[in-house]
Nanobody, 114 residues
Framework: QVQLVESGGGLVQAGGSLRLSCVASGRFFSINAMGWYRQAPGKERELVATISSDGVTNYADSGKGRFTIARDNVVNAAMQMNSLKPEDTGVYYC?????????WGQGTQVTVSS
């Protein structure tokens, strides 16, 4: 059974930084892609950043220049978030494509105060 566990959320002032991490566990052959999504109150879940198995990254416009996604190792993805803004507030979810199936983490709350 594949599981994703996120960590690193919290409360930070505007302009501050947070680093989110997501680790996969269980039995599988390969992780095809890793990504982070977020859901703000009253809004739909949206893409923040993704990274492919060969390291190609993709960012939503809202995070370009401020967020950096990376694969720490085979089963771990991290996202460094700098210069955080109040509009970055939301629940952040990691999503891994593992053996061509999408799996979601449970979410971690990020709150940016003004």
């Amino acid at each position: 059974q594949v599981q994703l566990v996120e960590s690193g959320g919290g409360l930070v002032q505007a302009g501050g930084s947070l680093r989110l991490s997501c680790v996969a566990s269980g039995r599988f052959f390969s992780i095809n892609a890793m990504g982070w999504y977020r859901q703000a109150p009253g809004k739909e879940r949206e893409l923040v950043a993704t990274i492919s198995s060969d390291g190609v990254t993709n960012y939503a416009d809202s995070g370009k220049g401020r967020f950096t996604i990376a694969r720490d190792n085979v089963v771990n993805a991290a996202m460094q978030m700098n210069s955080l803004k109040p509009e970055d507030t939301g629940v952040y979810y990691c999503r891994f494509t593992i053996d061509h199936v999408n799996y979601w983490g449970q979410g971690t709350q990020v709150t940016v105060s003004s």
